[in-house]
């Protein structure tokens, strides 16, 4: 069975909405205003790239990545992997960044008992509330960042279920106050 990761930038309070920018939230492009770059945050992130063997995104994520991930040097291992979109509404994939499109959450779990490595859920908030809810997410990679947003899009839903059990796997506090935070979901 494939490990189904969703990555996030989040904030304190949950947010994760527009982190690095955009147009139509308040306080889009939180990631980078008054927080000091430090390199050293971001290394998940080249991790999870070489580690991670396919995208899965949700429709937004997918046409807002389309037309700008595949100019993006540093995402090259991204662009060459496989990219599967779940939507009911996205009638076609973008020719210059295929995907493959998933209509259901039951196909999302189907792509999980394939062969081959983990699936990373990158931005797509609404897809990984809706996978978080039906037990379909075994990891988190969390980069928080010191802010408080109030308002905007969040990683986890309101639904009323049982708890879901995390472990702390990995963890490092670094100097401009972002702390990684890598769980694993007990089942």
Do not use: C
């Amino acid at each position: 069975m494939r490990t189904l990761i969703v990555t996030a930038f989040v904030s304190v309070d949950g947010v994760m909405e527009a982190p690095g920018g955009g147009t139509g939230y308040r306080n889009a492009g939180w990631t980078f205003k008054d927080i000091e770059f430090d390199e050293a945050a971001y290394e998940i992130k080249g991790r999870e790239q070489s580690e991670t063997t396919a995208l899965l995104l949700g429709r937004r994520t997918y046409q807002e990545f389309a037309p700008v991930w595949p100019t993006m040097d540093e995402f090259a291992e991204y662009n060459a992997m496989p990219r599967y979109v779940v939507s009911t509404g996205l009638e076609a994939h973008d020719p210059g960044w295929p995907a493959t499109i998933l209509r259901s959450l039951d196909e999302v779990a189907a792509l999980k008992q394939t062969e081959g490595g983990p699936i990373a859920v990158h931005g797509s908030a609404e897809l990984g509330r809706s996978l978080a809810d039906a037990g379909l997410v075994d990891r988190y990679h969390l980069l928080v960042f010191p802010v408080l947003l109030g308002a905007g899009k969040r990683l986890f839903s309101e639904a009323d279920r049982d708890a879901t059990r995390l472990r702390l796997v990995e963890h490092e506090a670094y100097g401009n106050g972002i702390q990684k935070q890598i769980f694993d979901v007990v089942r």
